[in-house]
């Protein structure tokens, strides 16, 4: 795959919190990132891009892997905010991490070492490469609301469940 066969029709990204931020617990969020993954698939959205994060983005990687199983047509995308990442701090599960990545159908960089900014300068990225937005979200400041606002700027579906409120029916915005 090259990143020019991306169609951002056909596109979804996903953002969340990592597990210390969370309230329902990864069965419950992964039930629901299934749930709107195969909607997603059922509106011909066929490629999903993946930021890499611990919690709802790997979560959300894993449960697209399993869906691409039964549906070779369904895609991934990892996007890594900077090389090396699985070899720092900001790397959940390394072994996991790696299995991911080599999974995925295509693997873009964002930047080649870690900057302060390369988290934020990913979940553009992925916006910038998404028609609908599928977020894990709990009110709180920091990067899952920075690319909901980012992604709200830039007129993209939202598809946004409040952490809280996991069994509730997901809010379309």
Same mark, same amino acid.
Request: glycine residues 6%; aromatic residues 8%.
């Given at each position: ?22 309230? %329902? $617990? *990864?069965?419950?969020?992964? %039930?629901? +990132? /299934?749930? *709107?993954?195969? /909607? ?7 490629? &999903? ?7 709802? #983005?790997?979560?959300?990687? +894993?449960?697209?892997?399993?869906? /691409?199983?039964?549906?070779? *047509?369904?895609?991934?995308?990892? %996007?890594?905010?900077?090389?090396g990442m699985d070899k720092s ?6 072994? +996991? ?7 995925? $159908? ?7 070492y870690y900057t302060r900014w390369? &988290? +934020? %300068?990913? #979940?553009?990225?992925?916006?910038? /490469?998404? *028609? ?42």
């Open positions: 795959m090259n990143i020019d066969d991306i169609d951002l029709n056909k596109t979804c990204c996903f953002t969340g919190h990592r597990p210390g931020k969370l309230v %329902a $617990d *990864e069965s419950e969020i992964r %039930a629901w +990132l /299934r749930q *709107e993954i195969n /909607r997603a698939v059922n509106s011909n959205f066929n490629t &999903f891009i993946c930021g890499m994060a611990d919690g709802v #983005d790997v979560w959300a990687a +894993l449960e697209v892997l399993a869906l /691409r199983k039964n549906n070779p *047509e369904i895609r991934l995308v990892s %996007a890594v905010p900077f090389r701090s900001q790397c959940g599960d390394i072994s +996991l991490f790696n299995k991911i990545i080599s999974e995925s $159908d295509y693997v873009h960089y964002i930047c080649d390369c &988290f +934020l %300068a990913r #979940d553009r990225w992925m916006v910038d /490469r998404s *028609e609908r937005v599928i977020a894990v979200f709990n009110g709180s400041k920091g990067g899952t609301a920075y690319t909901l606002e980012y992604a709200r700027n830039k007129g993209r579906e939202i598809v946004v469940v409040n952490d809280a409120g996991i069994a509730s029916k997901a809010e379309v915005i």
